[in-house]
């Protein structure tokens, strides 16, 4: 039996006051999980805390094998430069170059190769020649979801990636997500809203009560 690519245990957090506490969880590889929530639950603070950005105030976080909160900051930064892929509501592209480019700054730091086949499934291969201030913020959003997945990540963190697109296109970018994970034995972690997007990954699980549940 392979090993799981995340594995949190006894995981509590907060600022003012308590987030959320002793959350357990676990991903293997090929699988996807989705986390919903309310606003203000704590839903994005535990994909951060999964993803290496935010240390907890107890518990561990085992991610690819490696106890992340006890690694130094250069192991961390390997983590996230090759094996990690984090897509936002928002796409943090620069705005100055074209989408090709923006996706080559990704491969290069990793030392992978854009696919066209990727980029045709995304539906922005006639795209890539263009400034990115020329695309809508759909497109743009494709744009960032290619620059993640064209670095072969093991593992993707996804927070509210569709938030911002319509029906049709959330569902294109789901396609794509999911397709990955299977294809190359990834896995997605998904913070959503969207209960049409929850119910398509594997496990869904509920944050509420300062208590994550499996509800799927």
Known sequence: MSHPLLEAKGISHGFDTLLFSNVDFSLAPGHSAAIVGRSGSGKSTLLHIFSTFIQPNAGRVILLDQDIYALKENKVEALRRFDIGII????????????KENVEVATMLSGSEIEDALLEKLEIKELMGQKIGELSGGQQQRVSIARVLS?????????????NLDKETAELVMDVLLDYIRENGAG?????????????CEKQYRLEDKILKEVR
């Open 151 to 163: 670095k072969k990540p093991r593992i993707i963190f996804a927070d509210e990636p569709t938030g």
């Open 88 to 99: 936002f509501q928002f796409h943090y592209l620069f705005k100055g170059m074209s989408a």
């Open 188 to 200: 997605l972690v998904l913070v959503t809203h969207d209960e049409s997007m929850s119910s398509r």
